[in-house]
């Protein structure tokens, strides 16, 4: 969380198909949820999706974040701030 800004982890198929959706892009389509070096968000602010959010696992780091339609939105780079200052927790649940 920063500020109005939340991310927080796609955890089911059926997610998966909402984020899809509701943001125009392929991330059900192209079944990022059996992709296991893969770690996919939602960044919403007041509960409504802005960005998907594509982390490597091996990598530790985003691979991609995209708004409605893959274009990026005016949250972009506090997205990607967010994420790279709490790549440190998604590593520490990973061995917890």
């Known amino acids: 969380?920063?500020?109005?800004?939340?991310?927080?982890?796609?955890?089911?198929?059926?997610?998966?198909?909402e984020e899809g959706d509701a943001m125009h892009h392929c991330v059900f389509t192209n079944e990022?949820?059996?992709?296991?070096d893969s770690l996919i968000l939602s960044a919403t602010i007041d509960g409504?999706?802005?960005?998907?959010?594509?982390?490597?696992?091996?990598r530790m780091e985003v691979v991609q974040s995209r708004g409605v339609c893959n274009k990026n939105t005016p949250y972009h780079g506090q997205i990607l701030k967010l994420m790279k200052g709490n790549m440190s927790l998604i590593r520490k649940r990973m061995t917890a």
């Open 48 to 58: 409504k999706r802005i960005e998907t959010i594509e982390v490597s696992l091996k």
């Open 1 to 17: 969380v920063d500020g109005d800004l939340s991310v927080r982890v796609l955890e089911s198929v059926q997610e998966f198909i």
């Open 32 to 36: 990022y949820y059996l992709k296991a």
